[in-house]
């Protein structure tokens, strides 16, 4: 096994889709595709190509840190008790253990992201 991982940003395999979670959707009927690429430290640490269609939902990531570089789209992230940030393609940004908020997907976006912390697939 390589210790070294290329990040496809635009994989040939087909992805795993969802929808928002019924308890965090906002505004909208986002779409989400997930092309995990890469596993390890005892399923802790997750990296691969996520991509969300236009649409609101909570943002709750619990024990998880989460780098992500988006590829293409923009997207708003509000914070509770915090004001919007918008990130746009060549943006990078962390969403540390106990963030909240809003994210909001303005035009569809694709990141890649790495996430450390709970064991397992990860839903918005």
Not at 4 to 21: G, H, I, M, Y
Not at 29 to 50: C, E, I, M, R, S
Request: charged letters at 25%; a neutral charge; aromatic letters at 8%.
């Amino acid at each position: 096994m390589s210790l070294l991982k290329s990040v496809d940003t635009n994989p040939s395999f087909s992805p795993r889709e969802s929808k928002a979670l019924p308890e965090r959707l906002i505004a909208g009927d986002p779409a989400f595709k997930t092309w995990a690429q890469d596993v390890a430290k005892d399923d802790l640490v997750h990296t691969g190509v996520w991509e969300a269609t236009p649409g609101e939902t909570r943002s709750i990531k619990g024990e998880t840190f989460e780098f992500c570089h988006i590829l293409s789209g923009v997207v708003e992230i509000t914070p509770d008790a915090g004001e919007a940030v918008t990130y746009r393609a060549g943006d990078s940004f962390v969403m540390k253990p106990g963030f909240t908020g809003v994210w909001k997907t303005i035009e569809t976006v694709r990141k890649i992201y790495v996430t450390v912390g709970e064991r397992g697939p990860r839903r918005r």
